[in-house]
């Protein structure tokens, strides 16, 4: 049998001599890892191209983060706007010669579908430090999440009828006065929570209430914020810009809540294949988390420290995961369906 050299042995006999052995614990591991990792980033030629949807300052702010981290790794953030969009480029470049994407942040339902055509790279995420809920497919890592919630104007909602929770959704008064996104996200998602019949209840007694619906949940908040509709159901993040300015809006977080989570991946043919590691890693850590709910507004439920997790704290978070997609897309049909019948879209 081989034996490593004298020295060798008598350096780590040395090391746990010192109490040393700490180097075998998961957080050593996890940074000696990344800090591999690093290095070998750092000897790509070209920056990891990261196609994501936030604009271009947002994400500025994310890779200046990062690179006061790892000064020598490069990242390059391309806007797409959508999760169709992106999914589509990676499906067209992998086709064709020229420039293609390292990192990939999309909705589930868009990784799954990238997977499938193996597009995307297989990386032992654990070995990085990531928990099992993080990565829980060796091709994609949850880095954030969209929290749904109760979003209303207190200048235009009687004191008694501020909402505590789903039911007051479906108070008589909101008659034609609510509205919420024209895709049933959320209300697809409460299938997971409450079982299919029950949601289904629900969801078509919010149709009953002729709610407006939204292409986006900014346009959403801004229309509470202007006095236009009383109250909704939106997005945490997208309702953040408004209360910044000044308007009189509160939010209301549900329990259970709907999520819906941003799922970043490498692919597999990536040009710069460790700097796109390490980087996806960076997003999952607590300072990455941070660093990317600072300038997106969006903030994992998964790592203690954000504002999210915090906000979510003893609610009971649902989400249909990449591996249920198929099942998701089949309520998401349904119950868009639902609302369409009742709702009207806004113009």
Request: charged fraction near 20%; glycine fraction near 8%; avoid cysteine.
């Amino acid at each position: 049998m081989n034996r490593p050299p004298h020295d060798t042995l008598v350096g780590r006999r040395a090391l746990l001599g010192a109490g040393a052995a700490l180097a075998a614990t998961p957080a050593l591991a996890q940074n000696a890892a990344m800090e591999e990792l690093a290095r070998a980033a750092a000897r790509e030629s070209g920056p990891a191209v990261w196609y994501e949807s936030s604009p271009q300052e947002q994400t500025d702010r994310v890779i200046a983060a990062f690179n006061r981290r790892y000064p020598n790794v490069r990242v390059q953030h391309v806007r797409l706007v959508g999760g169709v969009d992106i999914a589509a480029r990676m499906v067209q470049e992998a086709r064709t010669p020229g420039q293609s994407a390292d990192i990939a942040s999309v909705s589930a339902d868009q990784i799954w579908n990238l997977n499938g055509r193996n597009l995307l790279a297989q990386v032992d995420w654990q070995r990085l430090g990531l928990t099992r809920e993080q990565a829980p497919a060796p091709f994609t890592v949850n880095i954030a999440a969209a929290a749904y919630v109760i979003v209303y104007n207190r200048n235009l909602v009687p004191a008694d009828a501020v909402p505590r929770g789903w039911d007051d959704l479906l108070d008589p008064r909101w008659q034609g006065r609510t509205g919420t996104w024209l895709i049933s996200h959320p209300f697809a998602q409460l299938t997971k929570a409450w079982g299919e019949p029950r949601a289904v209840e629900f969801t078509e007694r919010y149709a009953r209430l002729n709610p407006m619906l939204f292409r986006s949940t900014f346009t959403l908040a801004q229309q509470i914020a202007a006095g236009e509709l009383p109250i909704g159901l939106g997005l945490w993040h997208a309702t953040q810009p408004v209360i910044a300015r000044g308007a009189p809006v509160e939010i209301v977080t549900l329990d259970p809540t709907p999520t819906t989570s941003i799922w970043t991946s490498v692919a597999r043919l990536a040009p710069s294949p460790n700097t796109a590691r390490l980087f996806v890693a960076w997003l999952a850590t607590a300072e990455g988390a941070r660093a990317y709910e600072d300038a997106t507004q969006r903030g994992s439920a998964l790592i203690q420290g954000t504002r999210t997790a915090e906000m979510l704290r003893g609610k009971t978070v649902v989400e249909y995961g990449p591996e249920e997609t198929d099942q998701f897309r089949r309520w998401l049909t349904r119950f868009n369906d639902v609302l369409k019948a009742g709702g009207r879209e806004a113009g």
